[in-house]
């Protein structure tokens, strides 16, 4: 049983981060690309490369819409940071926006299941992007890929620990109709490819399911995972393990990385392995007003198990992640504060 006090994240998590800021160099007015920077992921990866003084070159597909502005308005973003229009099927704009970087960030992908929108953008778009990387000769390229693209895989032992040299098998994510863990797989491998091909320095982050407070004004797939348990939305919970970290450990990852020389390969990065059972018992708790689901979808079949994962490469670096039950916590905090869920949920009147 869990033992939960509700945390006081922010505290807590800012001096975690700025800990970790204060262990990595100072950067010196580096210029670097952030592709899709007001996605979830990518607009912490801008704010916490603006409070260390870089400079950010952040891709969008249309830099003129509002639902870019919480870029504009982060700190250091006035003095730092531009928004260059790119979208990833077309190298010359690309090319424009990483052209005289010291290195990208190549988060942009569309995070969906449906393959005819997933393959092109996730494979041609880490094509283009280390073809653009290759040409503008940047130090080094950090890509995220997805933990999806690791551990996809029916014939592994239970007692295999899973790794960074775990790959997802392509016809098991086919046969389960998984295209977005096929994308990430066939995204990755071109990653490698090309930067083998073109002489490029790539380091790659596989990140669990990524929670925690948002800086973007929409709601990410990810969140949804989370935002469907409390709207009632989802009356049951599956049978499924995953593994979860918080978006501000995964934005801190891909920086020392970046900035750490020594790095090299793929990274795994999660801080727990958890049931959704376990999600939506940690939720209930926290916040016994919503109508969180108690019972299993599936209640017939033994409980899924999880599998052994290690992040030691991650944990050798120094890198300390937010429990999961407080990033858990501030999830939710922010999606009540941004107006995403009502404080109080309504009545049904059953
Ligand atoms: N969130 C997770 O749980 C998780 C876990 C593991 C790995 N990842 C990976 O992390 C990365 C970021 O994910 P996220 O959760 O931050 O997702 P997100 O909030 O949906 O951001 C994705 C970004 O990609 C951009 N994008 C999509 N298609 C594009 C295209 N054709 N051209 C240019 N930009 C395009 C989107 O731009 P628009 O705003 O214009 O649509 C958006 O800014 C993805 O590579 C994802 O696979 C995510």
């Known amino acids: 049983m869990y033992k939960l006090q509700n945390p006081q994240p922010t505290s807590h998590n800012y001096s975690q981060l700025t800990n970790h800021l204060s262990i990595m160099s100072p950067a010196t007015n580096q210029v670097v690309c952030v592709t899709g920077a ?27 819409d509002s639902k870019n502005n919480h870029l504009r308005e982060l700190e250091g973003a006035k003095e730092r940071l531009t928004l260059y229009k790119a979208d990833l099927l077309d190298l010359e704009s690309l090319c424009e926006a990483i052209n005289g970087c010291e290195g990208v960030f190549h988060t942009a992908s569309p995070v969906t299941d449906d393959p005819e929108q997933m393959m092109e953008p996730a494979v041609m778009g880490t094509r283009n992007v280390m073809v653009a990387a290759a040409e503008a000769k940047v130090r080094r390229v950090v890509f ?22 775990c790959w997802s098998d392509l016809q098991f994510c086919k ?13 990755e491998q071109a990653a490698w490819d090309e930067a083998k091909a073109r002489g490029v320095d790539l380091v790659v982050v596989n990140p669990g399911l990524v ?20 709207t009632g939305s989802a009356k049951t919970y599956a049978n499924a393990v995953q593994a979860y970290v918080d978006v501000r450990d995964v934005a801190l990852t891909h920086i020392i990385l970046f900035e750490t020389p020594s790095t090299f390969g793929r990274y795994l990065c999660a801080e727990s392995m958890l049931h959704r059972g376990e999600v939506v018992e940690i939720l209930a708790k926290y916040f016994p007003e919503y109508p969180i689901p108690t019972k299993c979808k599936d209640e017939t079949k033994p409980r899924a198990r999880p599998y052994k994962y290690s992040i030691q490469k991650l944990k050798d670096l120094g890198v300390k992640f937010i429990p999961i039950k407080e990033s858990l916590y501030d999830t939710v905090k922010n999606l009540q504060e941004n107006g995403h869920l009502p404080m109080q949920p309504t009545q049904t009147g059953d």
Not at 144 to 165: I, K
Not at 218 to 226: D, E, F, K, L, W
């Open 211 to 230: 929670i925690g407070p948002l800086l973007q004004p929409t709601v990410n797939a990810s969140i949804i995972h989370i935002l469907k348990y409390l």
């Open 175 to 187: 046969n389960t109709k998984n295209w977005y863990c096929y994308g990430k797989v066939v995204a």
């Open 144 to 165: 995220t890929s997805s933990v999806g693209a690791v551990y996809m895989d029916p014939n592994r032992s239970p007692d295999v620990v899973v790794d960074e040299s």
């Open 38 to 64: 007001a996605g979830f992921i990518a607009s912490w990866i801008v704010k916490l490369l603006l409070e260390k003084g870089y400079v950010v070159r952040g891709t969008v597909r249309n830099p003129d």
